[in-house]
């Protein structure tokens, strides 16, 4: 599947699956904290909206959303909004990923820990979904024109031996 | 060799405590040895700790959060994996 396809069918139906699949996974993230869900299921379903429209329209489809070479970057932002929170728990004298003791003004500890869970749930998400889209980028890494590569034909220099 | 294991399987579920039994060891308070039980913990402060309804996601999030860190940790290292093995650099000059 790593040539678009022809079919006018698969194309349509990719164009109006791929959005409902996404907001149902930023539903999944955010009402993660009432229902099943969380960041993991969540940035499977973002990560599936991207790959379904990749797989029927094209590899550089999608690009705009999250693109291949972003996708790593990203997935690290994510894996660090995680670290991070617990590294600022830390600061404010607590255990490692002890949201309880940030001072928040005007909110009780309770609630605190409520946003603190909701901002781990979304680095959670955002890791998986471009750790997710990384993966099948690279795993079909082939550039020929018919897949919409524009460099491709171009020397790959780093594959000459010397 | 399938049904072998598939009777091993079948044979240990039966002897699984009746679901919501409130004998079953991990619904005690305490165990056999005398200590305090974690998920009795969990089950009677989850909302009072972090006001979040769901307490699977407070134990995921909050009191395992070490361990989610460990799970991202696994999935990031999958896909920095695929891009360090996978992705041809293309480089033009």
């Known amino acids: ?162 | 060799m399938l049904l072998v294991f598939a009777g091993l399987l079948i044979h240990a579920t039966l002897h699984l405590p009746a679901r919501g039994d409130p004998d079953a060891p991990m619904h005690r308070e305490r165990n056999r040895a005398g200590g305090l039980v974690a998920g009795d913990y969990f089950v009677r402060n989850a909302y009072r700790d972090a006001a979040t309804p769901n307490m699977v996601t407070v134990v995921l999030a909050d009191y395992r959060s070490v361990d989610t860190l460990g799970e991202v940790i696994v999935v990031f290292t999958a896909g920095v994996s695929c891009f360090l093995i996978l992705r041809r650099r293309r480089r033009y000059d």
Not at chain 1, 39 to 57: C, P
Not at chain 1, 61 to 66: H, K, N, R, W
């Open chain 1, 1 to 162: 599947m790593t040539s678009p396809s022809q079919s006018v069918i698969i194309i349509v139906a990719g164009r109006a699956l791929a959005p409902l699949i996404q907001l149902f996974g930023i539903y999944v993230i955010i009402h993660g904290h009432y229902s099943p869900g969380g960041g993991f299921q969540g940035g499977a379903l973002l990560a599936a909206g991207v790959i379904l429209l990749r797989m029927t329209e094209g590899r550089c489809a999608a690009q705009s959303e999250i693109s291949t070479e972003a996708a790593i970057p990203v997935a690290s932002i994510g894996a660090l909004i995680f670290a991070g929170t617990g590294l600022v728990t830390l600061a404010f004298g607590g255990h490692y990923m002890d949201y309880g003791v940030v001072p928040v003004p005007g909110i009780e500890e309770p609630m605190v820990r409520y946003y603190g869970i909701l901002l781990v749930e979304f680095g959670i998400g955002l890791a998986v979904m471009t750790a997710l889209v990384a993966i099948f980028d690279d795993m079909l890494d082939d550039p020929s024109p018919e897949n919409g590569d524009v460099d491709a034909g171009k020397p790959a220099e780093d594959l000459k031996r010397p």
